[in-house]
């Protein structure tokens, strides 16, 4: 009577791995970005003889984590890094979010100060409507920024 109380007890018992379909289900995360987090060496699945993805339970913490600091303005390169700081790879805990949260506040302070600025910039820029390449402060203000390069620049 006793291993039948076992049996049906271990039937109920939570999977120790999760396929791709579990995790994205579970997550909210499509598949093809479990695929993706994994090509940059965000997550790691264990593959079956039949070459099918499984992951640990504790894979749904890890893709919390990278959903939440990929939501507060994180680069996905950043959150690697982070991750990769970790001892052996574990998932990140309550600690190592307060940590990081601290070491990444400057970085946001940054972006947030420079959209500001931008912000400020273009209410001027929308009166006038010129985005003339030699007087537009936004597009590159008396070309003053040329020496640094193709693409977009922003004046301090």
């Avoid at 699945?45 to 640990?56: I, K």
């Avoid at 972006?111 to 007087?135: V, Y």
Wanted: contains cysteine; charged residues 25%; proline residues 6%.
């Amino acid at each position: 009577m006793a291993s039948a109380i076992t049996s049906f007890s271990d039937a109920r018992a939570p999977a120790p791995e999760l396929a791709v379909g579990d995790v994205a289900a579970r997550s909210g995360v499509a598949v093809s970005t479990l695929h993706f987090y994994e090509s940059k060496g965000l997550i790691q699945a264990a593959r079956t003889g039949g070459n099918q993805r499984r992951y640990p339970r504790a894979i749904l913490r890890r893709v919390a984590f990278i959903k939440v600091a990929q939501r507060v303005g994180i680069p996905l390169a950043g959150i690697a890094e982070a991750l990769q700081a970790l001892p052996e790879g574990r998932t990140p805990t309550a600690a190592d979010w307060r940590r990081l949260s601290r070491e990444w506040r400057a970085e946001l302070d940054e972006r947030i100060r420079t959209l500001t600025q931008l912000r400020n910039q273009l209410d001027g820029c929308i009166g006038c409507g010129c985005l003339s390449l030699k007087a537009c402060p936004l597009r590159n203000a008396q070309d003053a920024l040329s020496q640094e390069g193709p693409g977009p620049h922003f004046e301090d």
